[in-house]
Structures are given as C-alpha cells and as structure tokens.
C-alpha cells in the first residue's frame, strides 16, 4: 500500500463522517499534469473563504495556468470560478483533435 500523505491519513480516517468531507476539497490532476505532479487525487481542506481555482492552482506550483481547462463538479469553469467546501476540482491539459 502506498504511503499516505498527512491529509490523507486524516480524510480517511475521518471518510464517515461526511460534515468533516463537507470542509474537504476534492482536487484531480489529468494527464500530463498528473504526470508532471506525481499525482492523480488529492483532497484539500478548504478555510478559505472565496478561494478560486486559480488560487488552488498557485499552491499546487505546477507552471502557469494559461492553457489548463478547469472543470468544478464535471463541468468546465474560468479559473476565477469561486469554490465551495465538497466541490470536486479537476484540471485537464489542453485538448487536441484528430
């Protein structure tokens, strides 16, 4: 079993009970950013109030976000998009079409 970060030591062990969950961002790395992290999921407890996506982007330190889609709760979003404790975060890298 791969070793747990701090945070997610606390999630887990907290996982039933969900008004803990309620003040936990759930964040998704796709890609070539998950491959740039070294991670696919993390889950981040949000005290901030009016925290955005570009915000939450910053402190992950991955490189500048000009050509990263955002997406909160499965839909596609601008990073100013305001974020809510329980939301569900995901950056994608830029699409290509063939």
Same mark, same amino acid.
Do not use: Y
């Given at each position: ?12 062990? %907290?996982? @039933?009970?969900? #008004? /803990?969950?309620?003040? !936990?961002?759930?964040? *998704?790395?796709?890609?070539s950013?998950?491959? +740039? &992290? ?23 330190? %991955?490189? @500048?976000l000009? #050509? /990263?889609?955002?997406? !909160?709760?499965?839909? *596609? ?6 974020? +809510? &404790?329980g ?6 890298p ?5």
């Amino acid at each position: 079993m791969a070793k747990l970060t701090r945070w997610q030591q606390v999630i887990w062990t %907290l996982e @039933p009970h969900q #008004s /803990v969950l309620a003040s !936990v961002l759930r964040v *998704l790395l796709f890609a070539s950013l998950r491959d +740039r &992290a070294g991670w696919e999921e993390r889950s981040i407890p949000v005290s901030e109030a009016g925290l955005t996506a570009a915000q939450v982007w910053d402190q992950l330190e %991955l490189g @500048p976000l000009e #050509s /990263v889609c955002v997406a !909160v709760n499965q839909e *596609l979003v601008r990073s100013d998009q305001p974020l +809510r &404790a329980g939301d569900e975060l995901a950056f994608l890298p830029p699409f290509t079409g063939g």
